[in-house]
Nanobody, 125 residues
Framework: QAQLVESGGASVQPGGSLRLSCVVS????????MGWFRQAPGKERVAVSC????????WSASSVRGRFTTSRDDAANTLYLQLNDLKLEDTATYYC??????????????????WGQGTQVTVSS
């Protein structure tokens, strides 16, 4: 059974940085595209980024492009999300998810079949 466990969330000031990790088990990370989503209080879950199984292509939401970087270490079964220049509006619970394919990066949640429990990122001054 696929399991995904996020960590690395914290409270930081605007302009700060964090690195989120998603350790997976029960499947081979290298066989799947993977995504990051976030959900702010009172709002719907939205896609943040995606990376294909090869790691050679991906997608980022316009709101985070240039600030957030997605990477993967298949040998360590770990997906990462580097968050730089954090803004107040980045406050949310961040989730990693396994896509239903290897090469297709999707921003639609229904295209993902396994999810982690989330890690909280709070940006406040």
């Amino acid at each position: 059974q696929a399991q995904l466990v996020e960590s690395g969330g914290a409270s930081v000031q605007p302009g700060g940085s964090l690195r989120l990790s998603c350790v997976v088990s029960g499947f081979s990370l290298g066989a799947y595209a993977m995504g990051w989503f976030r959900q702010a209080p009172g709002k719907e879950r939205v896609a943040v980024s995606c990376i294909t199984a090869s790691g050679k292509s991906g997608w980022s939401a316009s709101s985070v492009r240039g600030r957030f970087t997605t990477s993967r270490d298949d040998a360590a079964n770990t997906l990462y999300l580097q968050l730089n220049d954090l803004k107040l509006e980045d406050t949310a619970t961040y989730y990693c998810a396994r896509a239903q394919s290897a090469g297709y990066c999707s921003g639609v949640g229904s295209n993902y079949d396994s999810w982690g429990q989330g890690t909280q990122v709070t940006v406040s001054s």
